[in-house]
């Protein structure tokens, strides 16, 4: 894997909901070196729940405002997140690594926040993942300079990557599993909705959205988090989720989940508890190391 090395962390922490945020606080609280990557808003979840009442410290609050006590904190805590999508990690022997714009990070031990996947998979897109594919308008944009393209956008902050690919591709079909897309473009045709299957035998051929097939070179999915066994081969699931031990260990060396991922009930104080569970365990693992 090619990329400008950015040093040896302890730990990568991937996802920022409230298990990737309860495991960097405890990674900065024990000076661990760490790199942590998740989204803009911390966490899509985090935003949309209307009132909280059953998180103990916050009396009756609102998801926006919870998200905004839990940014002051990381903020005040001086932790930085790179706000950017992983799409790949690489088991490295003893380590794990990612590219994030030409950028490789790697860290002695891995830890899985990346809640729970909410849309579904489309038929045909882990088959042609690679191939046509991807989940990562900044890295694969450049190969459809000039191509027809479609991206299926669940969230508002994926836009950005939106406006990026209309300047490469001559044409962009756009579909948003929401109202109010607001990108206005010669390029650019957006719809509501979900598409039922990416077609193509070796590689991507069309799309196709309800009953009709679209001719197209590729597709970006952009949505707030891939099938957990997409991002790392030979993870074990159970029932959908990671499957874990009681010390937030997955079945690879060094590599832990926590929060929704590893199974209900989705809830924020599981969620955070686990996070904090999982980083004392990999305190244990780097002693071991
Ligand atoms: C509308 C609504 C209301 C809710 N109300 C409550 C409530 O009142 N009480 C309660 O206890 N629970 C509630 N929940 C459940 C709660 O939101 C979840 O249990 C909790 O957010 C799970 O935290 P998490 O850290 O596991 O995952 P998430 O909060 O889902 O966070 C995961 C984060 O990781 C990021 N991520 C994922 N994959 C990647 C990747 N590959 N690269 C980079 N970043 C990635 C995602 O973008 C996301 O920001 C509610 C949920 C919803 C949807």
């Known amino acids: 894997m090619e990329g400008e090395w950015q040093g040896m962390y302890d ?27 998740g989204s803009k808003g911390l966490s899509a979840k985090i935003e949309k729940a209307g009132q909280v009442g059953n998180y103990p410290g916050l009396i009756q609050v609102t998801g926006l405002e919870m998200r905004d006590i839990f940014q002051q904190q990381v ?41 729970m996947e909410t849309t579904k998979t489309i038929l045909g897109e882990e088959r042609l993942l690679g191939r046509g594919v991807s989940y990562c308008a900044t890295c694969d944009g450049f190969l459809y300079k000039g191509k027809r393209i479609a991206v299926v956008c669940t969230n508002p902050q994926f ?10 591709a001559d044409e962009v079909t756009v579909f948003t599993t929401y109202r109010g897309f607001c990108l206005e473009r010669g390029n650019i045709h957006a719809s509501i909705g979900y598409p039922s299957e ?12 309800q009953g009709m097939e679209i001719p197209v070179d590729g597709v970006f999915c952009l ?57 004392h365990s990999i305190l244990d693992y780097l002693k071991e190391q």
């Open 11 to 37: 730990v990568m922490i991937i996802g920022s909901g409230p298990a990737g945020i309860s495991a960097a606080l405890t990674a900065k609280n024990r000076n661990l070196e760490f790199c942590w990557f």
């Open 75 to 115: 903020e005040e805590a001086g932790i930085s997140l790179v706000t950017e999508q992983i799409s790949s990690i690489y088991p490295m022997g003893n380590s794990y690594a990612v590219n994030v714009k030409g950028e490789m990070y790697e860290a002695k031990s891995l830890l899985l926040a990346i809640g």
């Open 159 to 168: 836009e950005e990557e939106i406006a990026f690919l209309a300047d490469l």
């Open 198 to 209: 990416i077609k193509g035998e070796k590689q991507v051929e069309a799309l196709v959205f």
């Open 223 to 279: 949505k707030d988090s891939v099938s957990p066994s997409v991002l790392l081969k030979g993870l074990e699931m159970k029932d959908g989720h990671i499957r874990v031990d009681r010390a937030q260990q997955t079945n690879l060396k060094g590599c832990f989940a926590a929060g929704d991922c590893t199974g209900r009930p989705y809830q924020y104080a599981k969620a955070v508890g686990e996070g904090n569970v999982a980083l």
